[in-house]
């Protein structure tokens, strides 16, 4: 099983609400990715967990906050977002964050619109 | 820096032409390769990688690309396309340095097929 589930599938937020996106895996993996897609643009790589320690933060903006409660589980806790926030957020996950032959597979994404 | 360079940003085919989407990337040192797709309205699904061996390796849906180092290059083939392949083409490069796996895409290629 190669599946990474997201939740939930659209987001529509207010600029002072507070949300959180979810994503899960049971595929063992120990490394997990947040990535944020434009439309019409390739994924761009947010942050990197690894054995649920965060391990790569790409300078994303702090009104982004994630959590890695567990191995199988990712959060992404959205707080005063702005409308260029809105995008599709995909997460990922892989065996293990290490160079190696490790492969990264990805989530639906959710869509969020910030109004 | 790491890049990935696609240069056919869209390309229009009619169905059993064969298709040739180029990449290349800017990293010196040893490098994993990977293709990527997005099926509209779908998430990002692995079409090959290369890690190691054969540069020439074949991925699914009949999809195939050949890594040559001298070049850069990773370029996606198929001999004969169909309707069903119209989708984002993503080439992604990950460097082998470092503790952590990070993952470059290239800026994508629609693809249209008509029937």
Redesign the interface.
């Known amino acids: 099983d190669t599946e990474v589930t997201q939740t939930p599938k659209h987001l529509v937020m207010g600029m002072t609400n507070k949300k959180s996106l979810k994503c899960e895996q049971h595929m063992g993996h120990r490394?997990m990715y947040w990535y944020k897609q434009k439309a019409?643009?390739?994924?761009?790589?947010m942050f990197?967990y690894?054995y649920e320690k965060l391990?790569?933060n790409e300078s994303v903006p702090s009104r982004f906050s994630p959590e890695c409660p567990n191995s199988s589980l990712l959060n992404l806790h959205l707080h005063a977002l702005q409308p260029e926030d809105s995008a599709l957020y995909?997460c990922a996950s892989?065996q293990?964050?290490?160079?190696?032959?490790?492969?990264?597979?990805?989530?639906?994404?959710t869509r969020l619109t910030v109004l | 820096a790491q890049s990935v360079s696609q240069h056919n940003h869209h390309v229009i085919l009619s169905e059993a032409a064969s298709l040739e989407l180029g990449c290349n990337y800017s990293y010196g040192g040893t490098v994993n390769l990977f293709w990527y797709v997005q099926y509209p309205g779908q998430h990002l699904q692995l079409l090959l990688k290369y890690f190691s061996g054969d540069p020439l390796v074949k991925g699914i849906k009949g999809f195939e690309a050949e890594f040559i180092k001298s070049k850069f290059s990773f370029n996606l083939r198929k001999p004969s396309v169909q309707w069903s392949d119209t989708a984002e083409y993503f080439c992604a490069v990950r460097a082998l340095r470092g503790a952590t796996n990070k993952l470059i895409f290239g800026t994508g290629t629609l693809l249209a097929v008509q029937p």
């Open positions: 490394a019409k643009k390739p994924p761009e790589l990197v690894s391990s790569i995909l892989s293990d964050a290490g160079p190696g032959t490790d492969t990264q597979y990805f989530g639906p994404g």
